[in-house]
């Protein structure tokens, strides 16, 4: 599909490695799409690590795709701005609500300090044995004998839960988490045919929901799930009086959590069966669990970029970003780069310095869930490894169109329990 779209527009015999680099655009959806992004990003890290496009679907930007040139923007606030947006295109007009992934200092600091103790080290031990407890439920569910979607089976299903325990929302309304973050995104993602004024009124819905949850916690006891913890907080209790900024931050955190774990779980699976040897590695020696996890969340790089908005003219690595440019991090090829990763085009689940990844971003946004993120992958492997012989794919996955989230709408597979 990729070659087709690019042989269009280039001509035959265009592909990464021909075509004139300065019509380079490895924004393209289709590339991700087909899964052939990473050959792009290959040339530009070799031939133009910081590169102009100075036209795509998403106007004009320059791609930073070296590890260590992207760790150089991150640690730049001052500088490299999260405001307006985080996301290559541009925020849509219709319903973007203010949040602190897309905000400077001091705003983002006092923001997102509010909303950690939910998931800070002390709170997560006391939530691993629920999370164990719930994957057991999920995985001894699953039918063994036929082929069946594990998207929707385990990692959608696995993140709900984990999810409506953050938020603390009533059991029997869990799905509309996954249901408001995919709505929520919809205006971002490409070829999306959803109304936009339907979308406005389900997230209209989702406020409303919201806002009675915040005036119940802000009456009760303070607890440590998201709501209260910001209805409490004195630096963010007032949020309530600007609705549009209090839906904005408790989607952040739904959307934060929900694509991302979930294609995690799911490229951990398709992983796997590519990689035969590592999969015996696993059987093996299943103690290599937490060292596979971040290896997973490396190779899946379950967001592509992040973006930034330079504040003012500046020089990286000679090349002269001007105020006012979209600068977009790509993870997914700073995650292949060869100077900065040992052999990284290959998936090792007991790789060295496995941690040493760039898929929860760097610096003062640096993924906020990280830690939760992991240990949910690690106790649903642990209840994996007591329970399959193997988890069989029955055919390659579809994917998501997206150059943002990077992930799975399908994985059909077939699970053979341990003798
Ligand atoms: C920010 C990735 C799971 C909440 C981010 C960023 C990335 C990211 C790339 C932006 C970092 C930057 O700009 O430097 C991931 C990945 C995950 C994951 C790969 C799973 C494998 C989670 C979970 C939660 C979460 C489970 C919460 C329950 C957040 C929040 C932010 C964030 C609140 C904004 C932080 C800030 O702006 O200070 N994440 N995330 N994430 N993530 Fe995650």
Request: aromatic content about 10%; some cysteine; proline content about 6%.
């Amino acid at each position: 599909m990729a070659d087709a779209a690019v042989e269009q527009e280039f001509g035959k015999g265009s592909g990464p490695w021909s075509m004139p680099i300065e019509q380079l655009d490895p924004s393209r959806p289709e590339y991700f799409l087909a899964n052939e992004h990473g050959e792009y990003f290959r040339r530009l890290r070799k031939e133009d690590p910081i590169h102009f496009t100075p036209q795509s679907a998403f106007g004009a930007f320059w791609s930073i795709t070296k590890f260590d040139d992207i760790v150089k923007v991150e640690t730049n606030p001052g500088v490299f701005s999260s405001e307006p947006s985080i996301i290559i295109g541009d925020a849509s007009d219709n319903f973007e609500p203010p949040m602190f992934i897309a905000m400077d200092p001091p705003v983002h600091d006092v923001q997102r300090l509010a909303a950690s103790p939910a998931v800070a080290p002390q709170r997560l031990s006391e939530l691993e044995d629920l999370i164990r407890q719930r994957a057991g439920v999920i995985l001894d569910g699953l039918p063994v004998g036929e082929s069946f979607n594990w998207v929707e089976r385990v990692s959608k299903e696995l993140t709900t839960q984990m999810l409506a325990t953050l938020f603390d929302v009533p059991w029997e309304d869990r799905y509309l988490l996954p249901y408001w973050s995919d709505i929520a995104t919809s205006a971002e993602a490409v070829g999306s045919t959803f109304d936009q004024a339907e979308r406005q009124r389900i997230m209209f819905e989702c406020l409303v929901y919201f806002q009675k949850l915040w005036v119940e916690r802000a009456a009760a006891e303070p607890k440590f799930d998201f709501i209260s913890l910001m209805a409490h907080n004195p630096q963010t209790k007032d949020m309530i009086s600007n609705p549009l900024e209090m839906v904005g931050n408790l989607m952040l955190l739904i959307v934060g959590g929900n694509d991302t774990t979930r294609n995690s779980i799911s490229g951990g699976v398709y992983f796997l069966n590519k990689n035969p040897g590592e999969y015996a590695k696993l059987k093996a020696d299943p103690s290599l669990i937490p060292n596979m996890v971040s290896e997973i969340i490396r190779y899946q790089t379950p967001l592509s970029h992040m973006r930034r908005t330079a504040k003012e003219d500046f020089v990286l690595n000679g090349k002269q970003i001007k105020k006012g440019d979209k600068v977009v991090l790509w993870y997914c090829s700073g995650n292949r780069d060869e100077t900065a990763i040992d052999n990284p085009d290959a998936f090792v689940i007991d790789r060295g310095r496995a941690r040493h990844h760039i898929s929860f971003g760097f610096g003062i946004h640096r993924c906020m869930g990280n830690r939760m993120a992991e240990m949910q992958l690690r106790v649903l492997w642990e209840e994996i490894m007591k329970r399959f012989e193997n988890i069989e794919l029955v055919q390659e996955p579809k994917r998501v169109l997206s150059n943002f989230v990077n992930g799975y709408e399908e994985l059909m597979v077939r699970v053979h329990p341990r003798a």
